[in-house]
Nanobody
């Protein structure tokens, strides 16, 4: 069984920073990518960022570009989301997700349903 565990969330003031972690455990599994999503109350889960395992390339949602950075630590099998210049609209539960197979013409990196494993989420609250 694969488990993803997020940590690092919390309460921060506007303009502050947080680093979220996503640690994998359980059985060994191959993955093509790990993504971060977030969900605010009453809203759908939305894509934030992704890192592709093959070449470490990354993508970001436009609203977090230049503020968030995704990275990975292969030795510890952990993916990080470094969040700077936080805004109240960044408040949400943040989830990491992993996909085993490569994305194809019928799957999309920004679509939650196209991921195989999910963590339980970590709350990020940005106060003004």
């Amino acid at each position: 069984q694969v488990q993803l565990v997020e940590s690092g969330g919390g309460l921060v003031q506007v303009g502050g920073s947080l680093r979220l972690s996503c640690a994998a455990s359980g059985r060994t599994f191959s993955r093509s990518a790990v993504g971060w999503f977030r969900q605010a109350p009453g809203q759908e889960r939305e894509f934030v960022s992704i890192i592709f395992w093959r070449d470490s390339s990354t993508l970001y949602q436009d609203s977090v570009k230049d503020r968030f950075t995704i990275s990975r630590d292969m030795a510890n099998d952990t993916v990080y989301l470094h969040m700077n210049s936080l805004k109240p609209e960044d408040t949400a539960v943040y989830y990491c997700a992993a996909r085993e197979g490569r994305f194809s013409s019928s799957s999309r990196y920004y679509r939650p349903d196209d991921y195989d494993y999910w963590g339980q989420g970590t709350q990020v609250t940005v106060s003004s």
